[in-house]
């Protein structure tokens, strides 16, 4: 597997989120992952995990992750543990950090947003959780419910409200312009 800054930053995000919020189970670590990087997108105009998020029922699942979550690959080793444990309601995928976060991977502003999203749903339920990602006008909503497009990508520009879409859309067009400019070759 190919290590990049968006896996780096993915691996250390989910495992500050292992350390700082109770009953961290699969769920609610996608509902996590999904407003650290919406909110974040909405602000910057780029996501900090790179994660694609698709429309499922119970709202948004990155359904890369998802899939890996059978079968993690090595770089959650010694980092975070994903392991079956019985809870009155059933059987959850529990997530467990094995190691200390690194910080250095994030700027200011992604720290800042996972210690408030930590806080925030520290001792929240999966289920509260949904229904925050359920909410009208949201970007799952706007895919789910209002476009019918069940099981389909939510495109990070529904995190953006409409009056802002043309701006944020030239500061990104400006952005990857000038990263494509002083790119290594």
Do not use: C
């Not at 996608?30 to 698709?54: A, N, P």
């Not at 309601?89 to 947003?113: Q, Y």
């Not at 389909?152 to 953006?160: D, L, M, R, V």
């Amino acid at each position: 597997m190919l290590i990049n800054h968006h896996r780096e930053k993915l691996v250390q995000a989910v495992l500050y989120f292992a350390s700082n919020t109770r009953n961290l189970g699969k769920t609610k670590l996608f509902k996590l992952l999904y407003f650290l990087d919406f909110e974040h997108f909405r602000d910057t105009g780029r996501s900090v995990t790179g994660l694609h998020y698709f429309a499922w029922p119970k709202g948004p699942v990155p359904k890369s992750l998802f899939d890996e979550l059978s079968a993690p690959e090595a770089d959650w080793q010694g980092k975070v543990a994903f392991q079956e444990r019985q809870t009155r309601a059933g059987s959850m995928l529990a997530v467990e950090p094995l190691a200390t976060f690194d910080a250095s991977h994030f700027t200011k502003r992604e720290l800042r947003l996972l210690e408030k999203l930590a806080t925030e749903f520290r001792d929240s339920l999966a289920e509260a959780m949904v229904e925050e990602t359920h909410l009208e006008n949201q970007p799952w909503h706007k895919v789910y419910v209002t476009e019918n497009r069940k099981q389909k990508e939510i495109p990070y520009q529904y995190a953006i409200r409409g009056q802002e879409v043309d701006a944020m859309s030239s500061t990104i067009s400006e952005r990857n312009e000038f990263i494509e400019t002083f790119k290594p070759t």
